[in-house]
């Protein structure tokens, strides 16, 4: 039994303008209040846990999200030109375990998540369920992108650390 935490946790995006404003699931998220939306690195808080496909610990309940989860919302092809912007603040960088996309671009495809879907796995992951939940009731396909992982994600939501994450991410790659 692992039971939904209550208290919302921060969810911050730093947005690198390079995304069509009207299919931005991270611009969505912020008119909803959502979301904070930074548009330069140096007002990122400091300390908070940075959603990064690259990092080589992956997210796990052992990490401590209080201060909040940042998300990089950039095209995909400039990820690997963006994310070392970042590097220079100190952030928890962690990868996201095996997951398919829901979303009408990317669907199925394992890994390749959008903002919206990052923060709500990274959410249900640490225990912030109905945050989760909350934040997808806002894309008509979000219910789909939970219905698609939920195995993976509750298995997830029970691992004791990253180094477990993986174990259970083998099952399902
Ligand atoms: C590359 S942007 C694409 C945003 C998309 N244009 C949108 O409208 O949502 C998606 C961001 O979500 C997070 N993300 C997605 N998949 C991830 C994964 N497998 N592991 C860690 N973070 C991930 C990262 O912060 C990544 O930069």
Same mark, same amino acid.
């Given at each position: 039994?692992?039971?939904?935490?209550?208290?919302?946790?921060?969810?911050?995006?730093?947005?690198?303008?390079?995304?069509?404003?009207?299919?931005?699931?991270?611009?969505?998220?912020?008119?909803?209040?959502?979301?904070?939306?930074?548009?330069?690195?140096?007002?990122?808080?400091?300390?908070?846990?940075?959603?990064?496909?690259?990092?080589?610990?992956?997210?796990?309940?052992?990490?401590?999200?209080?201060?909040?989860?940042?998300?990089?919302?950039? #095209?995909?092809?400039?990820?690997?030109?963006? &994310?070392? %912007? *970042?590097?220079?603040?100190? =952030? +928890?960088?962690? @990868?996201?375990?095996?997951?398919?996309?829901?979303?009408?671009?990317?669907?199925?495809?394992?890994?390749?998540?959008?903002?919206?879907?990052?923060?709500?796995?990274?959410?249900?992951?640490?225990?912030?369920?109905?945050?989760?939940?909350?934040?997808? #009731?806002?894309?008509?396909?979000?219910?789909? &992108?939970? %219905? *698609?992982?939920?195995?993976? =994600? +509750?298995?997830? @939501?029970?691992?004791?650390?990253?180094?477990?994450?993986?174990?259970?991410?083998?099952?399902?790659?």
């Amino acid at each position: 039994m692992n039971p939904t935490k209550s208290r919302d946790i921060p969810l911050y995006i730093y947005h690198a303008g390079q995304c069509d404003p009207k299919k931005c699931t991270g611009r969505k998220m912020a008119r909803f209040e959502l979301a904070r939306l930074y548009d330069k690195i140096s007002k990122l808080p400091r300390s908070a846990i940075l959603l990064d496909p690259m990092a080589e610990k992956a997210l796990s309940p052992a990490d401590d999200p209080k201060k909040g989860i940042i998300v990089l919302d950039c #095209s995909w092809e400039e990820v690997e030109r963006v &994310f070392p %912007e *970042l590097e220079k603040l100190n =952030l +928890e960088h962690r @990868a996201l375990p095996y997951m398919l996309a829901g979303n009408p671009v990317n669907f199925g495809r394992p890994f390749k998540l959008n903002s919206a879907e990052a923060f709500a796995a990274a959410l249900y992951i640490l225990g912030y369920k109905e945050q989760a939940e909350k934040v997808m #009731s806002k894309f008509n396909w979000g219910h789909s &992108f939970l %219905e *698609l992982n939920r195995e993976p =994600l +509750e298995e997830y @939501a029970t691992a004791k650390n990253s180094t477990e994450i993986v174990e259970i991410q083998s099952h399902y790659i």
